[in-house]
């Protein structure tokens, strides 16, 4: 089965510690996407990346990190330069065509995570 | 700058339609539609592309004004299973290789028996 997978479903920190949270595709999609969900607020994008070894900060980049290292894969960290990590962390791929705009995006589970 | 949605709930009665819109201060190229059960996944619904072509729902329905840079989805005849956040994702005119969606706030849907 293809699809779009995301570990763990929920993660605790404690205030201060770095976290990375994993997203993995088997779709075969070029671009990836992590976003930040809170209550009322939509979907904020924080990175995301259309090829392997090159990614672009969204629009809630600060305090976040990722790298794309295999096309499979593009985990999130959380760094503690993050003033509210407290979120819903949702992470999307699509398929790229250029000459008809974006592709839809298929979302995994998410990851809720809480600092404490 | 996020699309805005409007209105911000919607409460229907089964069988009843709705009219939720999407609205955007800048050129679009592209307006996805996704819902969302609570604790779950975004769920694609609907792409409408500039230039009138139209993928998505079988069941939901879509229009796109390209001049007023606006987005209405049409439910019809709702059912239970619709209700759910409705979010549009817009992509810009001009943003070439990097392009990206920016999604609204999202409207919350209640579909009761």
């Known amino acids: 089965d293809g699809g779009i997978t995301q570990s763990p479903k929920y993660l605790f920190r404690k205030e201060g510690q770095n976290v990375t949270l994993s997203c993995e595709q088997n779709l075969n999609h070029d671009a990836m996407y992590w976003y930040r969900q809170d209550p009322g607020q939509g979907l904020r994008l924080i990175y995301y990346s259309q090829i392997v070894n090159d990614f672009q900060k969204g629009d809630i980049a600060e305090g976040y990190s990722v790298s794309r290292e295999k096309k499979e894969s593009f985990p999130l960290t959380v760094t503690s330069a993050q003033k509210n990590p407290t979120a819903f962390y949702l992470c999307?791929?699509?398929?790229?065509?250029?000459?008809?705009?974006?592709?839809?995006?298929?979302f995994g589970p998410g990851t809720r995570l809480t600092v404490l | 700058q996020q699309p805005v949605q409007s209105p911000q709930a919607v409460i229907l009665r089964e069988g009843e339609d709705a009219v939720i819109n999407c609205s955007s201060s800048k050129a679009l190229y592209s307006v996805h539609w996704y819902r969302q059960k609570h604790g779950e996944a975004p769920v694609f619904l609907m792409i409408?592309?500039?230039?009138?072509e139209q993928k998505g729902h079988e069941k939901i329905s879509a229009s796109f004004n390209e001049k007023k840079q606006q987005s209405s989805l049409y439910l019809t005849a709702s059912q239970l299973s619709y209700s759910g956040t409705y979010f549009c994702g817009t992509e810009t005119l001009g943003t070439g290789a990097n392009s990206k969606l920016t999604f609204g706030k999202g409207i919350t849907l209640s579909v009761r028996p």
């Open positions: 999307a791929s699509s398929m790229l065509a250029f000459d008809r705009g974006l592709s839809e995006h298929f």
């Open positions: 409408l592309l500039k230039g009138g």
